[in-house]
């Protein structure tokens, strides 16, 4: 009994100690070494150009299948970024500064100013705004971005994103 009482209380705590695994997020926020800090929400989607994007395979570290995504609609992450008005004393030093995105889960991954702004990857990096035919405000992790031509599409398929903070190298 006693035994069953102290697995039971276990089981019970584990939520409390469980990183927050499928947390989601309604808006995100851009800042960071910038003049204007930007919040985007689903109501900001008026003001963008929204594209089909091409179904993915979401594969992890090892090339792995971990899912799919399917039947996607999304914006240019830089039509948004551009937005952004970075702090900088000449336009050669863009190339020092990278950006941050992180969930509510705290996962981060790194994009550079040139990867977004200077190369053809710049191109593929999206906020999805629907999937599966279920609008973004509709899916489990809401604000969701991907990179369909990554090699290994899991590391920067961001659930929940929370924040994009621009940062310069030290
Ligand atoms: N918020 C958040 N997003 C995340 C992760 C995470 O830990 N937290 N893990 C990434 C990794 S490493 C992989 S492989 C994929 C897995 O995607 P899936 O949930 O569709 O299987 O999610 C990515 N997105
Ligand atoms: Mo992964």
Redesign the pocket.
Known sequence: MKRTAIILLMICTIPCFAQEKN?STEQFIIKGAIKNEITISFSSLDSFTVTEIPDVI????LGEK??EAKKMKGVLMKDILQKALINVESPKQLSEFYFVFQ???G?KIVYSWNEIFNTETGNHIFWVTEKNGSRGKDLKEKMLTITPTDFKT??R????LSSITINRVQ
């Open positions: 947390c979401i594969t992890n570290h971990r899912s969930a509510c889960d996962y899991g590391r398929y961001i659930k929940g």
